[in-house]
């Protein structure tokens, strides 16, 4: 069985920084592409960033030039830095693997149980 297990949540104050991390597991051959998504109380579910197997990555608009995405393959784990934080950030973020393949076959959009992050003074 695969899974995401997100981690490096918390309160933090604006202007500040916080990395978050995402380790998948069981048994993995590759994972394709990552993303983190976040959802605030009363809004959807959206996409803040993403990065593939190769390298390729994309942000939402509204975090380009404050976020970064990267992931280190050998250890099947996505990070998200949050740099120059704002209010409008605050969320429970979500890890997310379009495709994980093991021994028993592929599993494809693969969700973490989320991790919250509050910015705040």
């Known amino acids: 069985q695969v899974q995401l297990v997100e981690s490096g949540g918390g309160l933090v104050q604006p202007g500040g920084s916080l990395r978050l991390s995402c380790a998948a597991s069981g048994n993995l051959f590759s994972i394709g592409t990552m993303g983190w998504y976040r959802q605030a109380p009363g809004k959807q579910r959206e996409l803040v960033a993403s990065i593939t197997r190769g390298g390729v990555t994309n942000y939402a608009d509204s975090v380009k030039g404050r976020f970064t995405i990267s992931r280190d393959n050998a250890k099947n784990t996505v990070y998200l830095q949050m740099n120059s934080v704002i209010p409008e950030d605050t969320a429970v973020y979500y890890c997310?693997?379009?495709?994980?393949?093991?021994?028993?076959?592929?599993?494809?959009?693969?969700w973490g149980q989320g991790t919250q992050v509050t910015v705040s003074s």
């Open positions: 997310n693997a379009d495709r994980m393949t093991t021994f028993m076959g592929s599993y494809y959009d693969n």
